[in-house]
């Protein structure tokens, strides 16, 4: 239970600021504002039936007491990252460490097992092993075992890697990385999809939570979720 509360803990490292509108936008069908507008600068809608709890700066919603399965959306910002080249670097920089957005020398050949076509780091497990970065807070949480030969292991398996992704924004999108892992947080099992976003001086972060072995029949429900995020800025 204590890894559990840490977890919601560190999803909800939060700054208020003040609203942008009133505007509930078009709800989708089905589907229900679940932010506060007065309170946060984003939309986002759950299904009608999913109990919401808005605080601060936050907002989650929970499919229902019988299943648990909950979405977490939080705020908050980060100092030193105006010397970023675009948002997708920033993005790398909090999420695998500063060191991650560094390229070699203009003479030297960019790795490409490292790197993708754009400059970009990619993904690898050696990333979680970097003291500060927001992957290495994320995986530290998880409960670890010890194997037959005494070896210890991290329950935390990534089960797609970090790619780039985009929210919306009106006129216009938002970068941002989304990746989805399982483990173990006080021997209960979990998975979990998660979205970081920065906008506007602050990183977004929205994690869906539920047992590995429902992840699929709500992933179509995560994904509405996400299509019709928005950001009112």
């Known amino acids: 239970m204590k890894k559990l509360i840490t977890m919601i803990l560190l999803l909800a490292m939060t700054l208020s600021f003040s609203a942008c509108g009133n505007d509930q936008g078009d709800v989708p069908y089905g589907m229900k504002l679940a932010s506060d507008p007065e309170t946060v600068d984003y ?7 999913w109990a919401v709890t808005v605080k601060a700066g ?44 560094k390229l070699p020398s203009s003479d030297v050949e960019v790795d490409p097992e490292l790197y993708d076509k754009d400059g970009y780091r990619k993904y690898d497990d050696g990333l979680l092993q970097v003291t500060g970065s927001y992957l290495n807070r994320v995986y530290s949480l998880f409960d670890t075992e010890t194997a037959d030969d005494g070896s210890v292991k991290s329950t935390f398996q990534m089960i797609e890697s970090p790619s780039f992704t985009t929210l919306k924004k009106r006129n216009g999108a938002v970068a941002a990385i989304t990746f989805v892992y399982s483990g173990k947080l006080d021997g209960a ?9 920065y906008e506007d001086a602050y990183f977004y972060n929205i994690t869906f939570s539920t047992a590995p072995m429902i992840y699929d029949s709500h992933a179509a429900t995560f994904s509405t979720i996400l299509e019709n995020f928005t950001f009112e800025g």
């Open 43 to 49: 939309l986002v809608y759950v299904p009608e039936d």
């Open 58 to 101: 936050m907002t989650m919603a929970q499919v229902s007491l019988a299943d648990a399965t909950n979405m977490i959306v939080t705020n908050h910002s980060h100092t030193n990252v105006s010397e970023y080249r675009d948002s997708k670097n920033t993005l790398i920089a909090y999420l695998y460490g500063a060191d991650a957005v």
């Open 189 to 197: 099992e979990v998975q979990q999809k998660m979205v970081l976003a």
